[in-house]
């Protein structure tokens, strides 16, 4: 089970960090991606994190401004977002996977979501 927090109302310019907690698995045994869907919009990659934490791969659209991590004793892996635009406003999710994916295809685990609005 994987629970995304972290979200809520920010301003253009501002920062957030989102969480997302894994429980029932061997966390560190999967890559963890993060990706976002705004209203009719497709689910999109925003990153994606190695097993160890060593490797990551970032969406142009956020390449600089977010950062990805993971801490594998807590089971955790983190979205730091930083100057942020209004575009960024969406859903956030959380996916388990076995491999760098882009797709939403690649992953096999997901979790709940978490709102990120961004104000103008």
């Known amino acids: 089970q994987l629970q995304a927090s972290g979200g809520g109302l920010v301003q253009a310019g501002g920062s957030l960090r989102l969480s997302c907690a894994a429980s029932?698995?061997?966390?560190?045994?999967?890559?963890m991606g993060w990706f976002r869907q705004a209203p009719g919009k497709e689910r999109d990659f925003v990153a994606v994190?190695?097993?160890?934490?060593?490797?990551?791969i970032y969406a142009d659209s956020v390449k600089g401004r977010f950062t990805i991590s993971r801490d594998n004793a807590k089971n955790t892996v983190y979205l730091q977002m930083n100057n942020l635009k209004p575009e960024d406003t969406a859903v956030y999710y959380c996916?388990?996977?076995?491999?760098?994916?882009?797709?939403?295809?690649?992953?096999?685990?997901w979790g709940q979501g978490t709102q990120v609005t961004v104000s103008s």
């Open positions: 029932g698995r061997t966390f560190s045994g999967y890559f």
């Open positions: 994190i190695s097993l160890s934490g060593g490797r990551s």
């Open positions: 996916a388990a996977g076995a491999g760098m994916w882009r797709s939403t295809s690649g992953y096999d685990y």
